[in-house]
């Protein structure tokens, strides 16, 4: 059993605003805390009717306890077994049960909605535990809720018209999830107290066997010595995590331990699709599948690989240079590079494409789909163009585009790219003093308004 007196704390890798920049920060380590003690502290119930383990079928809650809404009903969730503690139950989503996500105009070719928007109840949603990824051409979007009355609430559904593939419950306060995810909308993360070493944690996840609504949800084994991880990804092989140096996955769901997979490098916005697993490391774009373990794709002849994704065709990485980087996180210049998808390195044909400018930080997200890639770029230098933009490139022309933040609010994220739209997530600003922790609101942006968008607003 999870202890339930214990709080699970999020891997903090930097200052929280490092995800609603201003021009005072202007770059910064990622970082994220999955679990805010504030929205699922003293309100949230935990198992304290026995002090023992929660069996399959426990209802933690008292058996009357019933908030009115959906998220209490007995007949659309069911228990995890083996749950460790956690009350994880899992939602019935066809038929769907839940409401569809608000979406509202505002300006040529943006739609935004509430963080909040499609769970009944007071909480709020985090930038950690909150992914999304193009599937087939289309946007998923995962959404975890931390709410204040009784725990957590992961789902994830289909953007184009808000239907839920799947969705789980955290009932038990002292679980909860960790650091965000790439390209990982499938997958349903949860971590914990381990019950038998004390101040360590054990890690389990759920995904989806595909993208239709109803879709069976496989759980692997409770996975020991995680560690504070904070780059969550998954991949056609398992799923992993980036943790401190080391770069750790599950490769079948017969494993109790994640693997080491890389003992030495730098794990974070680590992507994985297909077979193949892409990172950022210090100079070089790195990669690893399970047929020929870890190699390097492409190095840089000076500079650092801020950041690298891929798509079900091709490669996209940023590359960074200037003195201060990577010791203080900024940079004076940023190329864009990309090449057809491939995981042979003797086969990849990089192209350079165009110079992302002006920017002196981030680069740190950074999604492709078809023709197009996006990350957010922050700068300190123009008055007029906003300090932090998201940047979108055309691969095939190396057109770039600049979206500037609307008034007193900021960008997170870049979350997923498909060829018709950009998925993003935005906060106020300033906000409250870790701002940057928190999702106000989504915004998909029409990429065939790409050129009204730089003038918005």
Known sequence: MLRPGMLLVAAVLGAGCARCSSPEAVGGAPSDA????????????????????????EDIYGIDFDDGTFLTDKQLWTAVPDNGG???????????????????????GCLESDA????????????????????GGELFLRVTHAQ?????VMVTSRLGDGTTLG?????????????????????FPVFGDDPNRKGELVARAGRLAGVAPGAAMTWGHWLYK??????????????GTGVGSSLLATTSLDDKAFKVIVPQTSPFEVMGRGKLLVWPAGGVVASYTTANGTRVLWSASKGYVASVTQSDTALVWIVVDGPLYPSKYTFETAELYHAPLTADPSALAPAKGPTLGPAEGAFIDLRTSGDLAASKGCHATSPTEGSCPIFVAQLSTGKVW??????????????????????????????????GA????????????????????
């Open 34 to 57: 999955g679990l805010d003690a504030a929205d699922a502290g003293a309100d949230s119930p935990i198992d304290s009717g026995d002090s023992g383990p929660v069996d399959a079928g």
């Open 86 to 108: 956690c009350g994880l139950f899992v939602g019935k989503v066809a038929p769907d049960p839940f409401p569809k996500r608000e979406w509202k105009a505002c300006g040529p």
């Open 116 to 135: 909040l928007s499609g769970v009944p109840g007071q909480g709020s949603v985090l930038i950690g535990g909150t992914t999304a990824e193009e599937i």
């Open 148 to 152: 204040k009355k009784f725990g957590k």
């Open 167 to 187: 969705a789980i419950e955290i009932r038990n306060s002292s679980c909860g999830f960790q650091g965000w995810a790439n390209g990982a909308a499938l997958l």
């Open 226 to 239: 995680p560690g504070p991880g904070g780059s969550l990804f998954a991949w056609d092989e398992g799923w």
């Open 402 to 435: 600049k979206i500037p933040p609307r008034s007193g609010m900021a960008y997170q994220d870049v979350l997923a790219v498909s060829n018709t739209e950009i998925l993003v997530s935005e906060c106020d600003w300033p906000g409250i003093s870790d701002e």
């Open 438 to 457: 928190y999702i106000r609101r989504f915004l998909r942006f029409s990429t065939s308004s790409l050129d009204a968008l730089e003038k918005a607003w």
